[in-house]
């Protein structure tokens, strides 16, 4: 046992203090060299044309002009382009100009040069238009040719800008010219900075709860998870987890049912606020993706009942539930899109906080392993996003957790915790059917814990509620499918998959899809467990970062005087049984509906879907052969808040490169 010192107390105190002095110095390096260079430089922020935009030409006749009202959705323009079509070279004169007073900001003479396609022309204020927000103005295109008219105008067949009319000659034209607003982002230098002082307190709240030791491994974990958790529910917007526009959907399907309103339209697709619409589905995690944040932050809220791009999942309402009540508190208290999303996101963040908490609070041993793998970047950043990721890795944690404290701490089992297990097991199965299996551990309980035969009845309860909930919400969905048009998923349109009897009758060239899986797949599943590709896969995280956090995963299965118990072999077979089960579930899922039959490995299986019983496998895996005297959660606390500060430095290196 360590003993708290003064002495011992003011060397940790330097030692943290001096790690702190460390950060602060990393944080203004960054700020003065990557991050307020990159704010200085111009960005095309709007108008973000969908795909679905075609394009109409008409050609710049002499004397006519073309008029393409916009409004400011910043308050700084920079410059602006315009696409011109394919053609000869022509004199055009372009003028800016604001609508209200008719002052005239901006004049450009210029040669279009010769071109075979279409393309844009820049156009650079000498002196940016400052407090452009939510003003009018005008470009108005004139071309100075005798001659036939050469130079002809792309425009979209439909009204996607919304914020202002196209007119040539007069008349009013349907759609608007293509063009892109410029600016720089500035906002991204505040944003940083608030960045800097969220993790600076953290860091110090953590230090304060390190150098003290006197904090429960639970705590230490509501630091870290709020820290970072926030970080990846801010720095990863809306639509940047994967798949997450389908859970968006989900999500508000499920909030226009509770409000009593339309669901989905005629063709399956949910029902939307005209407002929440007119969010595009932007996927990277770039500067791009926050200037389109930054502009629909301050757009005013639309009610109009518009359909989505898609339908619902085929998932229970309860599987989408925490981002679900924070989309229906955005409705209620007449929150914009983005503000609306952001609390779906947070509501997710407290949920799986909420959740892993209490799975800490009652796991009697391998509380750090749990921590860790709950801290895992992918972890966090499924856990504040809309995904029902979130809600099934909270839960197994949970389930997890609670089993464990029933085997090997409660002394007698009630009726009130097999119907708290068999709870968590009907929520959780319906999402996804595979983790079913993590259920299973609950035939570990000894059964001197029950009374006469509660034992059987009891766990047979558990397993049997996520059977009969996934029966259920099965039946429920292959009705809406007869009644309701829906979306299908796969790996290659058109491409021929594989079938159970594909995979039975080939035996050889099935072990061969394995062993590729294996060789080929396996660094990939390592990384992506942990995060090593967050977002859409475009995110990358140094493996400095992923290697740390194994490592830290690896030393919190050596005991301690602090947790000095483990598996029995009985339970470390089961464990490890469930386990394949679930690994061979969710392979075997992926290998009939997502891998063409060309491909030379399983296609579509990723690291994140182990996290839910990732815990089970690091538990039976803890032994007795190395022993450490000396506690070590407080030290695995700071290493871990060190190496997500790097992983968060990672991503503001993608951001603004």
Known sequence: MIKITAKNEKKSFIIYGLLLMIMCLSLLCFYFFMVRPASFEEVSYQPNYPQEASAKEMKLQKGQTWVQTIKGSRNEITSFDIMFGAGKSANVSVDFHEKKSGQLLGSWKLEVPEAEESHYQHFAFETPVDNAMG???????????????????????????????????????????????????????????????????????????????????????????????????????????????????TAYSNADRIMGREAEDEQGKVSVRASDLNIPVMTDVSRKTFNMVYEKWQEPVNDQAVSYIRGRLGTPIV??????????????TGQGAVQTLYLGKFMGLLFYIFCVYWAIRFIPWGKMSLMLIALFPMSLELAGSFSYDC????????????????????????????????????????????????????????????????????????????????????????????VATGESAGAVEGAVGFSLHDIISQPINSLKMVFNTYFEQGEYYLGTIVGQSLGWFQVNISWVVIAGLLLLLFMTTFSSAQESECMTAKERIVVIMLSLIMIGGTVMGMWLNFTPDFCTYIAGVQGRYFLPFLPLLVLAVKNKTIYIRKKMDYGLAAAVFALEFMAALDVWRYIIK
């Not at 599987?319 to 209620?332: N, S």
Request: glycine content about 8%; overall charge positive; proline content about 4%.
């Open 135 to 249: 003003k009018e103005y005008e470009i108005k295109i004139q071309t100075e040719e005798t001659s036939e008219p050469t130079v002809s105008l792309p425009y979209t067949e439909k009204d996607f800008y919304g914020n202002g009319s196209l007119t040539a000659g007069g008349e009013k034209l349907d759609g608007d010219l293509f063009f892109l607003l410029n600016a720089t982002s500035g906002f991204m230098r505040k944003l940083f900075m608030g960045f800097a002082a969220w993790v600076i307190l953290g860091g110090a709240v953590l230090a304060f709860l390190v150098i003290r030791r006197k904090c429960r491994t639970e705590n230490l974990f509501l630091v870290l998870g709020l820290t970072w958790g926030m970080f990846f529910v801010i720095f990863f917007p809306p639509n940047t987890a994967p798949d997450e526009n389908a859970h968006i959907a």
């Open 319 to 332: 599987a989408h539930l925490p981002q679900t009540i924070g989309v229906v508190l955005g409705w209620l």
């Open 391 to 482: 809600l099934v890795n909270a839960l197994c944690f949970l389930f997890i957790g609670y089993t464990m404290h029933l085997i090997y701490k409660k002394e007698i089992v009630t009726w009130k915790d097999i119907l708290f297990l068999a709870a968590i097991a009907g929520i959780m199965a319906p999402c996804k059917i595979a983790y079913i299996f993590v259920c299973g551990i609950c035939f570990l309980i000894p059964k001197k814990k029950f009374r006469k035969k509660q034992y059987f009845i009891g766990c047979g309860m558990i397993m049997a509620s996520g059977v009969v909930f996934l029966i259920i919400e099965r039946m429920s969905f292959l009705y809406n499918s007869l």
